[in-house]
């Protein structure tokens, strides 16, 4: 059984290239998806309108975009590492943003890896593929 993938991430096209880059990269696991902040908090922590869910059921990754309406991506990524149910859960961040800011504010809550949305549809897929592989075929993860 393959664990699910958290897509955090509130632009439409995004989602749906990322869906494409699973695909053709023949990734099994299910992708889940959250359009905003509030959203990832409440199916990670099993509350609000994903109260029924497991809470121990953690995704085997978030993909986590930034500039997320209600709850911002930086809100999110500390919320994930002071709660020790997932505290070690990988989050890649997923986002147009290369402001140096961004990029060492995300490092300084903890994320795992820091990737800029490519423009380029072929230069998106190319790396939600290599996120793919990498973080669900490569790393050994920790055991909760």
């Known amino acids: 059984m393959h664990k699910e993938i958290l897509l955090v991430e509130d632009n439409p096209d995004d989602v749906e290239l990322t869906r494409i880059a699973f695909e053709e990269a023949k990734v099994a696991n299910r992708l889940v998806v959250a359009r905003d902040g509030a959203e990832a908090l409440d199916y990670l922590f099993a509350r609000g309108e994903h109260a029924g869910r497991d809470p121990n059921d953690l995704p085997s990754i978030v993909l986590l975009d930034l500039n997320l309406p209600k709850v911002d991506g930086r809100e999110v990524l500390q919320a994930i590492r002071e709660n020790p149910a997932t505290r070690s859960l990988p989050v890649v961040v997923l986002t147009t943003s290369a402001e140096p800011f961004d990029v060492e504010a ?14 380029d549809f072929e230069r998106f897929v190319w790396a939600v593929k290599q996120v793919g592989l990498y973080w669900l075929v490569l790393n050994h993860p920790r055991d909760n």
Do not use: D, H, R
């Open 106 to 119: 995300s490092y300084a809550l903890g994320v795992n890896s820091y990737i800029q949305k490519p423009v």
